[in-house]
């Protein structure tokens, strides 16, 4: 891991400083935009973990929504985490971002060219703009087509993510009420403003919903991942937009 990043993935976040890797990793790694330009190639990577079971054209989307929970959490969390932990905002166009696929198929390490650039504060707003406009706008649409998904289910897997990063940041140092601002003001940007602040449309707007009474959430989906089409797969819990008996 560069040594840059060390802060932003420290503590609780070790486990992420295993996932980016630099170029001197030896696993071969595709570039997103050669992993979202072949959509007969992505839709093999998303769906052989689960091929046994992914017999049935549902229990394929099943599998391909999956897969994507799993590469928005790759991209999404680093991002957000060097900005509010490490003061960092890393690279993330289709051409600088390049992802090692495990043995699994599952998406299983981030290869970037360099640990970005110095920010002058905290807020991630910045970067998850550009994570959105320069990477996951272009990924979308490639990985909707792959995997006959609609594009809406695919936004709220990704700002899940990104939620679960911002407040996951603040909750780890909970005397610096600066950083919980910071995190609530994100999530406003990201998920409550329907566009974003270069005047485009925000495809992540009203994605997540208000938490189920008694939740201990502090959102509900919109849109259904598709968990529940795949068997043995554990669905969302407290954040699942379906009635408990669905898919049972």
């Known amino acids: 891991m560069f040594a840059d990043l060390a802060p932003a993935f420290s503590g609780p976040f070790d486990r992420f400083s295993k996932s980016v890797v630099g170029p001197e990793d030896p696993r071969p790694a595709l570039s997103i935009r050669a992993l979202t330009s072949d959509p007969e190639a992505l839709v093999e990577k998303m769906l052989r973990r689960l091929a046994p079971e ?9 599998a391909a929504s999956l897969w994507t929970q799993f590469y928005f959490a790759l991209v999404g969390v680093p991002v957000v985490l060097a900005a509010m932990r490490g003061r960092r905002r890393l690279p993330v166009g289709l051409d600088e971002m390049a992802v090692v696929i495990g043995e699994n198929g599952l998406p299983a390490a981030l290869k970037l060219p360099a640990a970005g650039t110095p920010q002058p504060d905290r807020d991630p707003r910045a970067a998850m703009e550009a994570l959105i406009t320069d990477h996951y ?5 490639a990985m909707s087509r792959a ?12 700002a899940v993510r990104l939620v679960w990063a911002m407040e996951a940041a603040a909750e780890a140092e909970p005397e610096d009420t600066d950083l919980a601002d910071i995190a609530a003001a994100a999530r406003q940007a990201v998920i409550a403003s329907p566009d974003l602040s270069c005047g485009a449309a925000n495809p992540m707007f009203d994605m997540l919903l208000s938490p189920k009474p008694e939740s201990g959430s ?23 937009p379906l009635p408990p008996c669905r898919g049972s």
Not at 54 to 62: E, H, L, M, Y
Not at 147 to 156: D, E, I, K, M, Q
Not at 227 to 234: D, E, F, H, I, K
């Open 147 to 158: 995997g006959r998904l609609a594009p809406r289910l695919l936004w709220c897997n990704a």
């Open 218 to 240: 502090s959102y509900t989906r919109k849109v259904c991942c598709l968990r529940y089409m795949m068997p043995g797969v554990a669905d969302c819990g407290e954040t699942c």
């Open 54 to 62: 992914a017999s049935t054209p549902q229990s394929r989307r099943g």
């Open 137 to 141: 706008v272009p990924a979308v649409t």
